[in-house]
């Protein structure tokens, strides 16, 4: 018996579309995120980035459950006295892609490999986005959009 090694040569990136609509933060941002370290390909490597890109579109429309509308995201200017908080409740009126963006991320790898991870993903707001192009080039790729 052989084991099986993932090649940079061998890796196929496909495209995929993931409509936020009435779905559950996180249980959303746990398939997204599984999607993008490529955990649903049988030919899953830990330390490679075989995954997908990931599109999620109506960022806007997600469904926060629970008592998560009270979380506060921090973020620090490195100078003192330079922390500043928002509310989650905000962030949705005001940027909601970023509510998504940071839902994701907590959920890869907190070192280089999932900052290189959180590169694939793009989250929009509304329905537009602009790479319907990647999402229609079928061809030698493998590039594929899936509901």
Partial sequence: MTTYILRPKDIVEQWHVVDATDRPLGRMASEVAATLR??????????????????????????VTGDTVAKKYYRHSMYPGGMKSVTQEKLLATRPER??????????????????????????????????SQLNAGSGKGHEAKA
């Fill in 38 to 63: 490529g955990k649903n390909r049988p030919t899953f490597t830990p330390s490679m980035g075989a995954g997908d890109f990931v599109i999620v579109i109506n960022a806007a429309k997600v469904k």
């Fill in 99 to 132: 509510v998504v963006q940071f839902a994701i991320k907590g959920m890869l790898p907190h070192n280089a490999h999932g900052a290189k991870l959180l590169k694939h993903l793009k989250v929009y707001a509304g329905a537009d986005h602009p790479h319907q």
